[in-house]
T-cell receptor
Framework: KAGVTQTPRYLIKTRGQQVTLSCSPI?????VSWYQQTPGQGLQFLFE???????NKGNFPGRFSGRQFSNSRSEMNVSTLELGDSALYLC?????????????FGQGTRLTVV | AQSVAQPEDQVNVAEGNPLTVKCTYSVSGNPYLFWYVQYPNRGLQFLLK??????LVKGSYGFEAEFNKSQTSFHLKKPSALVSDSALYFCAVRDGLADMRFGAGTRLTVKP
């Protein structure tokens, strides 16, 4: 079974630009969550999508948005990039409707804003 | 809302010695608790989870964790540490259908 795939692995953007990150979950997983990881803030929850609907949302500004497609693939978009958005963005997928199941993580997208 | 705390930023142990990485949690309902490990430039890898039942949970790579409801703790343990166990460890909690929340992480260094 293929794991969670995130593309691209590395990205360099300029302040003010926007960026789109992609995540393909494990086949059959309908829940996709996004996290931001920085040295100072640790692992911060961005949002979770389940069956194309946002089910949970973290405490991030509206510049951060996401969506999920009918095949469960998800994208995350950050508009008007700031230097502080530089981070490792992790995507995780989980089995549908199972609260007690573990999440499986991709290797992440390393975003650098210059 | 659920939350989890890892009180130690760094844990250092000698190879062959037992290790403990601490985690405490706060939830309104029954907790689902998880431990993950992260190696440099990689995503998180699942180690083990507590859902219900036996308070001692065994996981991957010889790790285990003890659930203590009265102390709201879920400490990660290993009887004999290896240098290759050196990594960043995260505790996480999920309360029902809420999102999974992670602790700040504990960097484990095992010295030869």
């Amino acid at each position: 079974k293929a794991g969670v795939t995130q593309t691209p692995r590395y990205l360099i953007k300029t302040r003010g630009q926007q960026v789109t990150l992609s995540c393909s979950p494990i086949s059959g997983h309908r829940s996709v969550s996004w996290y931001q990881q920085t040295p100072g803030q640790g692992l911060q929850f961005l949002f979770e999508y389940f069956s194309e609907t946002q089910r949970n949302k973290g405490n991030f500004p509206g510049r951060f948005s996401g969506r999920q497609f009918s095949n469960s693939r998800s994208e995350m978009n950050v508009s008007t990039l700031e230097l502080g958005d530089s981070a490792l963005y992790l995507c995780a997928s989980a089995s549908p409707g199972q609260m007690n199941t573990e999440a499986f993580f991709g290797q992440g997208t390393r975003l650098t804003v210059v | 809302a659920q939350s989890v705390a890892q009180p130690e930023d760094q844990v250092n142990v000698a190879e062959g010695n037992p290790l403990t990485v601490k985690c405490t949690y706060s939830v309104s309902g029954n907790p689902y608790l998880f431990w993950y490990v992260q190696y440099p430039n990689r995503g998180l890898q699942f180690l083990l989870k507590y859902i219900t039942g036996d308070n001692l949970v065994k996981g991957s790579y010889g790790f285990e964790a003890e659930f203590n409801k009265s102390q709201t703790s879920f400490h990660l343990k290993k009887p004999s540490a290896l240098v290759s166990d050196s990594a960043l460890y995260f505790c996480a909690v999920r309360d029902g259908l809420a999102d999974m929340r992670f602790g700040a992480g504990t960097r484990l260094t095992v010295k030869p």
